[in-house]
């Protein structure tokens, strides 16, 4: 059995088929961003970018594409110490995580992760 990539287009597949989401793009000077959020309450709870591998402390040229996603703070730190989590990227680093969307962590867990994130930013 082939191993499912979780990347761009996976992501999107999947939170349009489970919460009827559609990624928005909210920035003329970043395009490619795209964040996913609730429609009850607009908060957002994943954000999907490229980001160059340079200001993620990645070795290499050119960009990566990553999903950020708020996580229980009481995890934050050890999923960072597993391939493919980082601090997250220009969000509150004791709540959110930047995860790497190249194949090194698999779809389930990312796909798990985004329904934390869901319910963690959902009405209270």
């Not at 490619?32 to 908060?43: I, P, T």
């Not at 229980?72 to 050890?78: K, N, R, T, Y």
């Not at 194949?103 to 796909?111: W, Y």
Request: contains cysteine.
């Amino acid at each position: 059995m082939q191993k499912k990539i979780a990347d761009r287009q996976y992501i999107f597949d999947y939170v349009k088929d489970a919460f009827g989401t559609e990624p928005e793009y909210l920035w003329k000077t970043a395009p490619s961003y795209a964040v996913l959020r609730h429609k009850s309450n607009r908060k957002w709870y994943a954000a999907v970018m490229d980001v160059p591998r340079e200001r993620l402390g990645l070795p290499g040229e050119g960009c990566v594409d990553i999903i950020n996603v708020k996580c229980d703070p009481a995890l934050v730190g050890s999923l960072r110490t597993n391939t493919g989590y980082l601090p997250a990227y220009h969000m509150n680093k004791d709540s959110w995580i930047s995860i790497l969307l190249d194949g090194s962590v698999p779809a389930e867990e990312i796909c798990g992760l985004i329904n934390m994130s869901r319910r963690l930013t959902g009405n209270k």
